[in-house]
């Protein structure tokens, strides 16, 4: 069974700071793993995609990894701002049965200005 | 990627009563998901919807309390019955326009039961 798991579950850092998250999961398996951010109360934004043949992908200020025969990703964020403050969640598609989305249980960062 | 639109946003409802959720979106899908994310929780799949066939629930979900129809391949909806206070939670929709393709999630919908 797929777990994902994400570290740290919380993070606090001063605005500007660079910064990295980290997700791990059991079994490399996948179609592909997915960012997300999802605000107080809120539904959740895809951040990145990274299909299991990539290694990296950009957007902006964000950059995400895979390793996928370690079972690792990591999302890099730049220059921090304190509307980067959000839960930020790991999902990996499994190639069996229905193609499901697992999750970690996210990591909830925020930026002190 | 495809736009989902979810309704309503929230609600507050009475223990007892049945709130029905509806997802629409912008392109055809074959599958949608509904997931329920409980307080300080992560999401967990409540079932895959497809489209003329039944849905596929989840372990520790059932047909009778989170009956979903999929009439077509825009549209699905869930509904929440004979609520009580511990179906108080965020309840999403979710789709992909194929199998390589990253997953779109709607905005949530914030269901207190009192």
């Known amino acids: 069974k797929q777990e994902v798991t994400q570290i740290p579950a919380a993070l606090s850092v001063p605005e500007g700071e660079n910064l990295v998250l980290n997700c791990s999961f059991t079994?490399?398996?996948?179609?592909?793993l997915q960012w997300f951010r999802q605000d107080p109360g809120k539904g959740l934004t895809s951040l990145l995609l990274?299909?299991?043949?990539?290694r990296e992908q950009t957007s902006g200020r964000l950059n995400a990894s895979l390793d996928k025969s370690s079972g690792r990703s990591t999302l890099y964020i730049a220059a921090s701002q304190p509307g980067d403050s959000a839960t930020y969640l790991c999902?990996?598609?499994?190639?069996?049965?229905?193609?499901?989305?697992?999750f970690g249980q996210g990591t909830r960062l925020t930026i002190n200005p | 990627s495809a736009v989902i639109s979810q309704k309503p946003s929230r609600d507050i409802c009475q223990r007892g009563t049945s709130l029905t959720i509806q997802c629409q979106v912008d392109?055809?899908?074959?599958?949608m998901f509904w997931y329920r994310q409980q307080p300080g929780q992560s999401l967990t799949l409540i079932a895959t919807?497809?489209?003329?066939?039944?849905?596929?629930?989840e372990s520790g979900f059932v047909i009778d309390k989170f009956p979903i129809s999929r009439p077509n391949l825009t549209f699905s909806t869930l509904t929440v019955s004979n609520m009580s206070p511990e179906d108080s939670s965020i309840y999403l929709c979710?789709?992909?326009?194929?199998?390589?393709?990253?997953?779109?999630f709607g905005s949530g919908t914030r269901l207190t039961v009192v």
């Open positions: 979710s789709a992909r326009q194929g199998q390589r393709s990253g997953y779109t």
């Open positions: 079994d490399s398996a996948i179609y592909n």
């Open positions: 990274i299909q299991s043949s990539q």
């Open positions: 999902a990996v598609t499994i190639i069996q049965g229905a193609q499901k989305l697992v």
């Open positions: 392109s055809q899908v074959t599958m």
């Open positions: 919807a497809n489209q003329g066939s039944e849905a596929t629930y």
